[in-house]
């Protein structure tokens, strides 16, 4: 039987082997999409903690993200699987455990993109917060926090998909998901075939929607701080004006930051 | 509003001041007060500690030594049994709340529109209402000559306007101090005069505290009712205006004078 022959009864052994494919690959979405929202949170919550003046936050805030950063993800899914149920505290899916292990992994490597973004907001941002008076909440949640969200985009975009990729770890814990089923497709056809092939693809057409789905968000966001264009404007093809002209703030770099498109 | 307090009690009072970074000793031994509706000027070299005095006044340093009174009560530290013994944080707030700061990089919100950014801190940290607050907005724009620019994004505004803004932001508080730190070394040679005329109906026409710090002499001349020239961390001559301008009869007053009036 010559390649060409194979390849085509690979193609038909993939048709037959589609719904459990695509069922692994909406697996691995839920896990992905579940895992970075409780990701995120963890990461805002450690974030600021970390980030905070007061030693009673920022000692515990340091401690859990440099425990959860410095064991790996496949000992901490282990840890949830099957040390938990030990102390009493047994999870009854998978799914949950393969979310919290995920989430509180990458949630730590958030936390720390989360703090060096807040301190990257100028100091004069928080000297203004000073001024007014306005309380702790109150100022991260409407100055500092807006502002901070555009420059960390860049490093949660890139764990994102981290984070995807980690998920393929959790078929150890009994998930079939998309690798697990990559996995079987590979035992019908061959490494190459359902792995250089299927599986590369279906992971990175993924990973690309979501780093695109990410620039768009950071398009949004630095828009909102006045810098740069609408998402509309990039999506457009023929934009109207020069970019740069039509929105004084996007080129901060060429006027020292700090007077954009000049005085008057 | 605050409490009226007796009309003789110093706004501001600095009782022996100490300022350290680390081992370099910023001010030192600095005793001075300021009276109800007083504008005063703090000129000098700079590195003499001018701007580090307005940022103790903003809490924005820590004290170091010493203790600093506003309406005669202690704004960081009080005496107790004759130890230094920190404020609380409500104390402290009730005080910041009455002080206001424009800064020399204006410091706008980015994350919020010219009118957002006024009624911010008068809404949340007052408790004003929004239509209040909203009104005696559009009445500081239309005072400081941006009546049309409500809606605008701050990074959309020269540098100029930017500055009339931050300072129609600082007013919406009704601070009983207004402390102005070279609110005008950013701008543009050609609208600093615009910036400095509204500064001039602010003082012709409120009774607002200012504690000013500029290298605008003509400007000093015109609204402050005393001037302390500032070398090395202390008081080296303080008088009215006309006197320290017209007639200083320290060297190093005589010295620097003849430096910035000569670049004017």
Known sequence: MDWLDQQQQYFETLQNFGPRLWDGFVLTVQLTLVGAALAFVIAVILGLMAGSPNLWLRGPARVIIEFFRGTSLLVQLFWVYYVLPLFG??????????????????GAYGAEAVRASLTSVSSGQWEATVALSMSWPHKIRRIIFPQAWALMIPSLANLLV?????SAVVYIVGLNDFNFELDQLRRVTDAWFAYAFIGLIAYFLFALVLTQGMRLLEIRAKHRLGQGPTIREILSPAPKMPIASAHPGSTPSLFGGKTPGGQG | MPTPTDPETPVIEFVDVEKRFGDNIVLKDLNFSVRRGERVTLIGPSGSGKTTILRLVMTLEELTGGYIFVDGEPLTHREKDGKRVPVSAKEQ??????????????NLFPNMTVLENIIEAPIHVLGQSKSEATAKAHSLLEQVGLPDK???????????QQQRVAIARALAMDPEILLLDE???????EVVGDVLNILRTVADTTNVTMLIVTHEMSFARDVSHKVMMFDGGRVVEEGAP???????????????LSAVLRDA
Do not use: C, W
Not at chain 1, 89 to 106: C, D, M, P, R
Not at chain 2, 94 to 104: H, P
Not at chain 2, 150 to 160: D, F, I, R, T, Y
Not at chain 2, 247 to 254: I, M, V
């Open chain 2, 93 to 106: 707030k009730q005080l910041r709340t009455r002080i206001g700061m424009v800064f020399q990089q204006f």
């Open chain 2, 183 to 189: 609110v005008t070394s950013a701008l543009d040679p």
């Open chain 2, 242 to 256: 006309e006197k320290i301008f017209s007639d200083p009869t320290h060297e190093r007053t005589k010295q620097f």
């Open chain 1, 89 to 106: 505290l047994t999870l009854e899916s998978s799914f949950t455990v393969g979310v919290i292990a995920l989430g509180v992994n990458y």
């Open chain 2, 150 to 160: 409500a809606n605008e994004h701050p990074m959309s505004l020269s540098g100029g």
């Open chain 1, 162 to 166: 981290h984070l995807l990729k980690g």
